[in-house]
């Protein structure tokens, strides 16, 4: 039987690219009045808001399969990450309204995507320390270095150790 590898980490990146290319567009659109700009802010939250329940879903169905993974990033992660098809469905139903009668998206929408925007960053922060470990861990150096053997060793989390949990096949080869 041929197992499919975790869906998640590729999904992921749907949101994560779509809704700020949304925001600037809404944004640039807004105050160079080019219609365009507007139709691709909305288009482009359309389609964030349609990946991210799959990349939601994805991401528990991958901590089903992980089973015994935890921690304060974990919770902090999937929570975030369960929150988001609700707020992005939310900003694209708000957002239509203006699309379908082709209105310029008020302050009020652009702060609320924009902290919309300012969520998913931290969800990707805490999700990308999950899967590299904290950011000063990976220093610049004119050598190849190899990875440290537990991605959270120097940052004092709860998650200590978080790689023991997934099977030796779905582990980063490096």
Same mark, same amino acid.
């Given at each position: 039987?041929?197992?499919?590898?975790?869906?998640?980490?590729?999904?992921?990146?749907?949101?994560?690219?779509?809704?700020?290319?949304?925001?600037?567009?809404?944004?640039?659109?807004?105050?160079?009045?080019?219609?365009?700009?507007?139709?691709?802010? *909305? *288009?482009?939250?359309?389609?964030?808001?349609?990946? =991210?329940?799959? +990349?939601?879903? =994805?991401?528990?169905?991958?901590?089903?399969?992980?089973?015994?993974?935890?921690? +304060?990033?974990? &919770? &902090?992660?999937?929570?975030?990450?369960?929150?988001?098809? /609700?707020?992005?469905?939310?900003?694209?139903?708000?957002?239509?309204?203006?699309?379908?009668?082709?209105?310029? /998206?008020?302050? /009020?929408?652009?702060?609320?995507?924009?902290?919309?925007?300012?969520?998913?960053?931290?969800?990707?922060?805490?999700?990308?320390?999950? +899967?590299?470990?904290?950011?000063?861990?990976?220093?610049?150096? +004119?050598?190849?270095? =190899?990875?440290?053997?537990?991605?959270?060793?120097?940052?004092?989390?709860?998650?200590?150790?978080?790689?023991? =949990?997934?099977?030796?096949?779905?582990?980063?080869?490096?």
């Amino acid at each position: 039987m041929i197992e499919m590898p975790p869906l998640h980490p590729l999904l992921v990146h749907f949101p994560v690219a779509l809704l700020p290319v949304s925001v600037a567009c809404d944004v640039l659109g807004r105050f160079t009045r080019r219609p365009s700009l507007a139709h691709a802010g *909305w *288009w482009t939250l359309l389609f964030a808001a349609l990946a =991210s329940p799959l +990349t939601a879903a =994805s991401g528990w169905l991958w901590l089903y399969e992980l089973d015994g993974m935890d921690g +304060t990033l974990l &919770t &902090t992660h999937q929570w975030l990450g369960s929150a988001m098809p /609700v707020l992005l469905i939310a900003l694209a139903v708000w957002r239509y309204r203006f699309h379908a009668r082709e209105k310029t /998206v008020p302050a /009020v929408y652009l702060a609320s995507a924009s902290v919309a925007l300012l969520a998913m960053v931290v969800q990707g922060h805490v999700g990308s320390t999950m +899967t590299f470990g904290a950011p000063h861990a990976h220093a610049p150096t +004119t050598q190849a270095a =190899s990875p440290p053997e537990h991605p959270h060793a120097n940052d004092g989390a709860a998650d200590d150790g978080w790689q023991d =949990s997934i099977p030796l096949k779905e582990r980063r080869h490096e």
